[in-house]
């Protein structure tokens, strides 16, 4: 793990084909096999793969990693608030209120759409909201003061995404596992949200730092007109690119909801 995560947040100026590069590449493979090995059909393992035998907990586990994943965009935007804005680091985490709030206030509408429509609908619900939230940041070539509304906005609706996915995953992997295995599954996917936000910071916050240097990137500007200050542009076209790898997870987590889980899993009152 901190093979991979060097390689990820350092690789860009480490050099990924460089000798410390390929080193890092190779403990990580290496390590990993060697970590399958041991684990693998040992009793009272550290992680019991036998449990990815099950399609729908592999599914709403991997989704829980994307998904967490995405709190990159934070780092991200709030990244680009302060070096391309000029805010201040109180100015740009007073925006983030709204996800915080929407948390606390509708993680129970989870659980009221899990005992209504299942896991699979509000799982896929919870996703397509944080997609907005992302997508919404990816405004990047507005005015500063309007980016500010745009964020107020996305963070509110990614603590309400989170809020409508968190319960209705949670039941999808653990209620599917036969009692004995239930303590496992949970250490794993638990293990699932920390390991994608570590990781999903560590990838945004990499590419922003990797575009974030050099010359103006033209494919971007050929899209996208950049209003305001020019002096930022760079930053603001980095803040695109990492946003985008977000984005991205977001679309990788529909595809294995839509896959793994069943319409007619996860309902409470079955």
Do not use: C
Not at 243 to 269: D, E, R
């Amino acid at each position: 793990m901190i093979g991979l995560q060097i390689l990820v947040t350092k690789g860009s100026q480490l050099g990924f084909t460089s000798v410390i590069g390929i080193v890092l590449i190779a403990a990580t493979l290496l390590f990993s096999f060697i970590f399958f090995y041991i684990e693998k059909g040992k009793k009272g393992a550290f992680i019991d793969f036998k449990l990815f035998n099950n399609m729908i907990f592999t599914g709403a586990t991997i989704s829980n990693f994307l998904l967490n994943g995405t709190a990159g965009m934070l780092i991200v935007s709030l990244m680009l608030l302060q070096v391309g804005g000029n805010l201040s680091a109180q100015e740009a985490g007073m925006l983030t209120l709204g996800y915080a709030i929407a948390i606390v206030l509708f993680i129970r509408m989870g659980e009221k759409l899990l005992q209504r429509f299942g896991a699979r609908k509000p799982m896929i619900w919870g996703s397509l909201i944080v997609g907005v939230a992302i997508f919404l940041l990816m405004f990047t070539n507005v005015m500063t003061d309007t980016y500010k509304i745009l964020a107020i906005i996305a963070y509110t609706l990614f603590g309400l995404g989170l809020a409508f996915y968190a319960t209705p995953s949670t039941d999808a992997a653990l209620s599917n596992l036969p009692g004995n295995q239930a303590g496992a599954g949970a250490g794993i996917y638990k293990m699932a949200s920390s390991l994608g936000a570590a990781f999903g910071v560590a990838i945004s916050a990499g590419v922003f730092a990797a575009f974030n240097v050099g010359d103006h990137i033209q494919w971007l500007e050929g899209v996208l007109t950049f209003v305001g200050r020019q002096d930022n542009v760079v930053v603001r076209q980095a803040a695109i690119i990492g946003l985008g790898v977000n984005l991205m997870m977001i679309v990788m987590a529909i595809l294995f909801i839509m896959i793994t889980i069943p319409k007619s899993t996860g309902k409470a009152n079955d």
